[in-house]
């Protein structure tokens, strides 16, 4: 089971840090996934990493420079940090973890399995 959580309202050009815990599995052995949606559109990926082993990352192009992700592999939860935040940032975002996910680079390959139930962010003055 994945829960995040962290989500809210935020002025343009504020931060923000999303979370993610995972129960019932170790997620050290997982790639995790950072998704977001806005009704009507589909749902992009922001972010992923790789499980412990690797720790590559792929970021989307919008997510450079501004998201990061993160892991505490003792805890099971993994982080999005936001920062320089915009209004086009607005959306509900999700965690997704797999064991058959690669984030290289420049691609990530595999499908993501597990779901948390979606944060909203919303930034606006």
């Known amino acids: 089971q994945l829960v995040e959580s962290g989500g809210g309202w935020v002025q343009p050009g504020g931060s923000l840090r999303l979370s993610c815990a995972a129960s019932?599995?170790?997620?050290?052995?997982?790639?995790i996934g950072w998704f977001r949606q806005v009704p009507g559109k589909e749902r992009e990926l922001v972010l992923c990493?790789?499980?412990?082993?690797?720790?590559?990352?792929h970021y989307a192009d919008f997510a450079k420079d501004r998201f990061t992700i993160s892991r505490d592999y003792a805890k099971d939860i993994s982080y999005l940090q936001m920062d320089s935040l915009k209004p086009e940032d607005t959306a509900t975002y999700y965690c997704?973890?797999?064991?058959?996910?690669?984030?290289?680079?420049?691609?990530?390959?595999?499908?993501?399995?597990?779901w948390g139930q979606g944060t909203q962010v919303t930034v606006s003055s």
């Open positions: 019932g599995f170790r997620s050290e052995f997982y790639a």
């Open positions: 997704a973890a797999d064991t058959s996910v690669y984030c290289g680079w420049d691609f990530y390959t595999g499908i993501f399995g597990s």
């Open positions: 990493m790789s499980n412990s082993g690797e720790e590559s990352r």
